[in-house]
């Protein structure tokens, strides 16, 4: 029995705004960092440790080092059930490009993303990325409020987990966005094994770092 990932869509699962986190097969926990800092799309970022942390000790050392925690991005990682994983806190919305190269080298990389508070409104998303190409990926609402709602990707991916949506009941235009958020989510653990430590996440010590805007600085 595993945590999986469906616990992610309870409101404010991790914290407020909504969570965003990386899963990987294939990298060890200082890569991941790195791979994730590259991946920054409006600035040069760096991987600076803070030693381990639980989630608010990050938020609270996002404050005290740019004055407002949306004003900074960290990650906390770990290793469980033999993936390696990053929880992003801080201001990361729209930050990172959602880039296969991520996954360069023969890993595997899956991102579960959801900006809660975003009043556009922005559906929580899911991307399957595999030696530098995408393999699948969608809108865990299953509608049209972006994009439009199919599932995409290689075939023999990407029509399977869509089959087992259906199996579901998904896409049901009378279910409530969080029930189908919730629904898609546990296909996904189901499916690929995902899985991200709950109890661990939410009160226990990680390895914390910083990513740092090298650009401000200059």
Not at 57 to 63: C, K
Not at 142 to 171: M, R, Y
Request: charged share 25%; hydrophobic share 45%.
């Amino acid at each position: 029995m595993t945590d999986g990932i469906a616990w992610l869509a309870e409101p404010q699962s991790i914290a407020f705004g909504g969570y965003s986190v990386t899963l990987a097969r294939g990298l060890g926990v200082e890569e991941l960092a790195a791979r994730i800092a590259a991946s920054a799309q409006w600035s040069e970022r760096t991987v600076e440790p803070v030693g381990e942390l639980t989630g608010d000790g990050l938020v609270e050392a996002l404050e005290e080092q740019f004055g407002d925690v949306w004003d900074g991005i960290g990650l906390r990682l770990g290793v469980s059930g033999g993936w390696t994983f990053a929880v992003a806190y801080g201001g990361w919305f729209g930050e990172f490009e959602n880039d296969p190269a991520i996954s360069a080298g023969g890993a595997e990389v899956f991102l579960v993303e959801y900006e809660e508070e975003n009043g556009k409104p922005v559906p929580p998303t899911f991307h399957y990325h595999r030696d530098g190409r995408t393999v699948c990926s969608f809108n865990l609402h299953l509608d049209d409020s972006w994009g439009n709602g199919k599932v995409a990707g290689d075939p023999e991916v990407a029509d399977a987990i869509a089959e087992l949506l259906s199996a579901e009941g998904l896409t049901d235009e009378e279910r409530a966005d969080r029930e189908v958020h919730r629904a898609s989510l546990g296909v996904l653990e189901r499916h690929f094994g995902l899985t991200l430590p709950r109890a661990l996440v939410l009160e226990g010590l990680l390895p914390a770092v910083l990513l740092a805007d090298r650009s401000a600085a200059l």
